[in-house]
């Protein structure tokens, strides 16, 4: 009790949400967003490149740092880009769950990119899927980040693959300068 007494009032008040925060499910190293803006985008021949969103989380994904729906958004964003004039692609996440059956988690993400010319026909599409099993330790949330990131960078190659082949006609090459902004029309006073 003497203890208490001679600490300042503020810090007393303080040692239970202290206390709290060193016990349970704590992350012990960390767990940054995981993000792709670092690789060159995959840059489409197309006007607009529109990002579907994630789906909401499960009750267990919820738990994870980076959950799954979100960081294949976050895959899009980063990596597909418009360089074209015309037409669009639509990144859309069909599948992103993982769950749990006790010391054991298991992951499924499916996507899809479609490119629509200007009048809505589809023009072509690509789809990537990727599974992964892992076995959780004692802490659930690295166990989660550590699933995620694994079957990001499987996703992130199927799908780069995927445009590839499927879609190839429709890449351009990255190290190009885009396209140059159309030209307006502007009247010109008379001489």
């Avoid at 015309?86 to 993982?98: E, K, L, N």
């Amino acid at each position: 009790m003497t203890i208490l007494t001679s600490l300042p009032r503020r810090t007393a008040l303080l040692l239970p949400w202290a206390a709290a925060a060193c016990g349970g499910d704590t992350p012990t190293r960390a767990m940054p967003p995981l993000r792709y803006d670092y690789l060159a985008p995959l840059r489409l021949n197309v006007a607009t490149v529109d990002v579907g969103g994630a789906p909401p989380p499960s009750p267990i994904e919820a738990q994870s740092p980076a959950p799954l729906g979100a960081t294949l958004r976050q895959m899009a964003l980063d990596r597909l880009a418009a360089g074209g004039t015309s037409g669009r692609a639509v990144f859309t996440i069909d599948t992103a769950q993982v769950d749990r059956s006790s010391n054991h988690l298991d992951g499924l993400a499916a996507v899809r990119l479609e490119i629509f010319t200007d009048d809505g026909a589809r023009a072509g599409f690509a789809e990537a899927r990727v599974t992964r099993s892992f076995t959780t330790g004692g802490n659930l949330r690295e166990a989660l980040y550590d699933l995620t990131r694994q079957m990001m960078d499987d996703m992130n190659v199927e799908l780069e693959f995927q445009i590839r082949r499927s879609l190839r006609d429709w890449l351009q090459d990255p190290t190009a300068a885009p396209p140059p902004a159309p030209v307006e029309q502007q009247e010109l006073p008379a001489p």
